[in-house]
């Protein structure tokens, strides 16, 4: 059974702060995945990795960073959070060719 | 560039009455399509791809490329079927990313 961790369920946060979201998978899968995921706007790619220390920009990378060390690792790294970062942060992996995505539980970020 | 709209933000139905969550997508090139949903406190999982043709939780979902749609339809909904559901298209370029639609909340009621 496929498991994807993220490091926390909910996260308070101020404004300027440097702020780490780790995500862990044990399935040894190459691509791993950062979304944010607000009302109405279903879930927006900020950055993909499909292998170590490679990182691909996706739809919303600005004011984020990532780091892809270690295969099963994929850190989302916001340098100064803002207001407007404050959304659920979802972790996803997957094997190489295959569409579907497995998904961690999830972060709430509030920024304050 | 790939997009996918799902037009209904909230979908109320009766319990034992149809379910149809809409999907449109546009992609330059052979998609391939999938259902999510994510229940109440549980994340988001896989409910369907297109090209297993599989009938899930008694769901089932056609891919109509005329019409670039993916519609996700239920004959009978069940209470347990409340959840937000989104439909995803895949890309064929590197690390496999999804795009998905705007989510759709589906209530049904007893």
């Known amino acids: 059974d496929v498991k994807v961790t993220q490091s926390s369920r909910y996260l308070v946060k101020r404004t300027g702060e440097k702020v780490f979201l780790e995500c862990v998978q044990d399935m040894d899968h190459e691509n791993m995945f950062w979304y944010r995921q607000d009302p109405g706007l279903g879930l927006r790619l900020i950055y993909f990795?499909?292998?170590?220390?490679?990182?691909e920009k996706g739809d919303i990378p600005e004011g984020y960073s990532v780091s892809r060390e270690k295969k099963e690792r994929f850190s989302l790294i916001l340098e100064s959070a803002s207001t407007n970062q404050t959304s659920m942060y979802l972790c996803a992996s997957s094997p190489p060719r295959v569409g579907e995505q497995y998904f961690g539980p999830g972060t709430r970020l509030t920024v304050t | 560039a790939q997009r996918v709209t799902q037009p209904e933000k909230l979908l109320s139905v009766f319990k034992g009455a149809p379910v149809e969550l809409k999907c449109n997508y546009s992609y330059s090139g052979s998609p391939e399509l999938f259902w999510y949903v994510q229940y109440s406190r549980q994340r988001l999982q896989l409910l369907l791809r297109h090209i297993s043709r599989e009938s899930i939780k008694g769901f089932t979902a056609d891919l109509n490329k005329g019409e670039t749609s993916f519609h996700l339809k239920k004959p009978f909904a069940q209470e347990e079927d409340s959840a937000m559901y989104y439909c995803?298209?895949?890309?064929?370029?590197?690390?496999?990313?999804?795009?998905f639609g705007g989510g759709t909340r589906v209530l049904v009621k007893p």
């Open positions: 995803a298209l895949k890309s064929r370029a590197a690390g496999n990313k999804l795009t």
């Open positions: 990795s499909y292998d170590v220390k490679m990182k």
